[in-house]
């Protein structure tokens, strides 16, 4: 071996270790979302990827979840070190509203500390526009699917076709995932559908590129008696006209506040980090998912009954929004 291999040999190995000690050196945190190819998942991995490319002292990834419910648990038990949720069941969780009055040992939610709103995800009543469905009224008789009980989505709209007066033997309530139901709707299994997701998704998108669908807004009456059961957590929505083919108004709709969240626990510098570093490249994230359209900072720094964690307080108040 002559002098000048062994000594580009030695630089290289010195190279490469350091760049293995960086590595190691970088904290790794885990996002909990929900299922692989899920809405949430996806937005973690738009989150992470930009996150990551804004700052080099902590690494993070998006970690698929069995759904928000889950969610709560993971964080507080340290399986994941935060995660996504409504801002809905963050706050019921927190003052142990609704199904969370009856959870065991469940002191602990108020260990639950909000970063910030991540956007608004609406409620969609979409229906095959061959049906004689117009309002929520009109689906008396039809199938119409409503998610799996287990879901968040679900509850909600028991409760919406409560504020309507209507419930689930008015019509043959389906209990598929919104992952499930455009294939449903396509083969005609269902009418239409009640889900909760984001602006624009591929999906939907899809099923009204081949089967020609329906838009359908609901009663202000309605969503204000809903807002009664959630405290007044949900937002006003418009699905802005043209989102989907053969859409040429706008819906008015209402729309749920996601929110990443953590423990009481976490590391202050790293929830700062991570803040800043969300919010200094907001438009790169609105280019890459519509989720984060419409996303201001005041959306994401509006305060609530769940304490904000100190790490994204400091930001917040660095940069005038609290």
């Known amino acids: 071996m002559n002098a000048s291999y062994a000594a580009r040999l030695t630089f290289a190995t010195a190279t490469s ?5 960086s590595v190691l050196a970088q904290e790794q945190f885990a996002i909990g979302a929900s299922s692989s ?9 738009a989150i992470s990827e930009v996150v990551n490319n804004a700052q080099d002292g902590y690494k993070f990834s998006v970690q698929t979840t069995g759904g928000y419910r889950d969610n709560l648990g993971l964080v507080l038990s340290d399986q994941v070190d935060f995660a996504f949720n409504t801002l809905i069941d963050l706050e019921f969780a927190y003052n142990k509203r609704g199904d969370f009055a009856e959870v065991s040992n469940n002191e602990a939610f108020k260990d639950l500390r ?21 309002s929520l009224e009109d689906i008396k008789g039809h199938a119409i699917n409503i998610n799996t009980p287990s879901s968040f989505t679900y509850g909600l709209n028991l409760e919406l076709l409560k504020a309507a007066g209507l419930s689930s033997d008015d019509f043959k309530a389906g209990t598929v995932s919104t992952g499930q139901v455009f294939d449903e709707i396509q083969n005609g299994v269902f009418d239409g559908g009640l889900h909760v997701f ?3 998704l591929a999906n939907a998108q899809q099923l009204s590129a081949t089967v020609p669908m329906r838009y359908v807004g609901f009663d202000q009456k309605v969503i204000d008696k809903l807002n009664e059961a959630y405290h007044g957590l949900l937002v006003p929505f418009e699905i802005p006209a043209e989102t989907y083919k053969g859409q040429s108004e706008p819906v008015q709709t209402f729309g749920l506040a996601q929110v990443i969240f953590t423990d009481a626990d976490a590391d202050e510098e790293m929830i700062y980090e991570f803040t800043k570093a969300f919010w200094e490249n907001l438009e790169a994230l609105k280019e890459s998912n519509s989720s984060f359209r419409g996303l201001t900072v005041e959306i994401g720094s509006r305060q609530n009954t769940v304490p904000m964690h100190p790490g994204a307080v400091r930001y917040f108040e660095e940069i005038g929004a609290l």
């Open 37 to 45: 190819g899920s809405g949430p998942y996806i937005n973690g991995a």
């Open 114 to 134: 909000q970063l910030f709103i991540f956007g608004i995800v609406p409620e969609n009543f979409f229906v095959r526009a061959d049906s004689d469905i117009h």
């Open 17 to 21: 270790l350091l760049l293995a000690s």
């Open 198 to 200: 984001q602006l624009g």
